[in-house]
């Protein structure tokens, strides 16, 4: 996926308008963030098991990349279109055809010979309920699919408290049980976010990929994302995290972008379903 980027004076931001001829209005104007490129590359795991080379997470890492090494964008900065409206990446034609967008605004479009099958690409995930088919191929996201999801986006990051609370409030979700499964996902979080607060090294610290890698295999049983979950999620990562925060592309947000995703995806199919007469 290729975007023209016309010339700009020195330290003058990469604006959305610039590496998408597609978008119009607020969006166009706006620099890329780095948040923003962080939550398309949630959506792109979630959706297409991967970030896609020439799609749109690539391009607004690029973009975001430029503007943060320029000092126009912070580190930590999302724009306020995204955060409230969010990213979405929708199939059609059966998972042939791709299309990335932010608040309604197309950002591009792309084809595939094969259709894309949802999900990371981790072990088979056994425990996924049978369903209609909200996704690209494998029926909406589950939570432990986004927890998946989690390990492809930040997996070099070490695990934290408040990593841990919030993987175990997604595992009681996903199993329905008030325990967390000793030796399961939760558990490992916990165990390896009290290791880290006494590593002082990073390099020997446990990273989130070292406890969520095939974690919807790891599960008892699991379950879609819904609305309902992400409330839960989310409550649980800001209550045990120094800043009363969460990660822009932590457990918490892959969630609330699985539930998003899972919402749109039923909602399309819903209307593309004939009456039967």
């Given at each position: 996926?290729?975007?023209?980027?016309?010339?700009?004076?020195?330290?003058?931001?990469?604006?959305?308008?610039?590496?998408?001829?597609?978008?119009?209005?607020?969006?166009a104007g706006k620099p890329v963030a780095p948040n923003?490129?962080?939550?398309?590359q949630t959506a792109e795991n979630l959706?297409?098991?991967?970030?896609q080379k020439g799609a749109a997470a690539s391009v607004m890492q690029s973009a975001a990349t430029q503007n943060e090494d320029a000092g126009v964008v912070g580190h930590d900065s999302m724009n306020e279109i995204v955060a409230e409206q969010g990213v979405n990446v929708a199939a059609f034609r059966g998972g042939h055809v791709i299309t990335e967008s932010i608040g309604g605004q197309v950002l591009g479009q792309y084809s595939q010979r094969a259709p894309l099958v949802s999900g990371p690409v981790v072990p088979e995930n056994k425990n996924k309920p049978s369903g209609d088919d909200d996704g690209i191929g494998g029926g909406p996201i589950t939570?432990?699919?986004a927890l998946e999801a989690t390990a492809l986006t930040i997996g070099d990051k070490p695990v934290e408290r408040s990593d841990a609370a919030a993987i175990q409030a997604a595992e009681v979700r996903a199993t329905g049980r008030t325990t967390i499964a000793p030796g399961g996902v939760a558990a490992?979080?916990?165990?390896?976010a009290t290791l880290n607060a006494?590593?002082?090294?990073?390099?020997?610290?446990?990273?989130?990929?070292?406890?969520?890698w095939g974690a919807s295999s790891k599960l008892p049983s699991d379950k879609p994302v819904t609305r309902a979950d992400v409330e839960g999620v989310t409550v649980a990562e800001i209550r045990n995290d120094p800043f009363l925060t969460t990660h822009p592309a932590g457990v918490s947000a892959t969630v609330a972008a699985a539930a998003r995703l899972n919402f749109s995806n039923k909602d399309r199919n819903e209307k593309d379903?004939?009456?039967d007469i």
């Open positions: 996926m290729s975007q023209e980027q016309p010339r700009r004076r020195a330290q003058e931001p990469v604006k959305y308008g610039d590496v998408f001829a597609s978008v119009e209005g607020e969006l923003d490129a962080a939550l398309m959706m297409l098991g991967q970030v939570i432990g699919e490992a979080a916990q165990s390896a006494r590593t002082t090294r990073p390099e020997e610290k446990t990273k989130m990929a070292d406890v969520l379903k004939v009456p």
